[in-house]
């Protein structure tokens, strides 16, 4: 599976973006698809994540109640709602994926077996 993250930009804060993330293959409802993000100089982070078949959904506490996570699988394309953006929030965006992937196991980067390149989100005024 290939995956590439896109959408980002610069925005103020406040400002919305919406990131996609295309596969190669995402019809199958067994996968599961992340979104991480990396800051310069820190460690890359959980953001959110949709599961496969239980089409569950969990956030980082950072982002509860501002981004939304969603999959649209006969697209192949997950996407990533980001509303009442910080300037916290700028890193740079990852989408992974993984097969049967369960629920508990969402928010661990290491256990995604595939990844795309980032996309670039600044939050800046």
């Known amino acids: 599976v290939q995956l590439q993250a896109s959408g980002g930009g610069l925005v103020q804060p406040g400002d919305s973006l919406r990131l996609a993330c295309t596969t190669s293959?995402?019809?199958?409802?067994?996968?599961?698809i992340g979104w991480f993000r990396q800051a310069p100089g820190k460690d890359r982070e959980f953001v959110a994540a949709t599961s496969g078949r239980s089409s569950g959904k969990v956030y980082a506490d950072s982002v509860k109640g501002r981004f939304t996570v969603s999959r649209d699988n006969a697209k192949n394309s997950a996407y990533l709602q980001m509303n009442s953006l910080k300037p916290e929030d700028t890193a740079v965006y990852y989408c992974a994926a993984d097969r049967a992937l369960i629920y508990s196991r969402l928010a661990y980067a290491g256990d995604y077996d595939y990844w795309g390149q980032g996309t670039q989100v600044t939050v800046s005024s």
């Open positions: 293959d995402l019809t199958s409802d067994d996968w599961a």
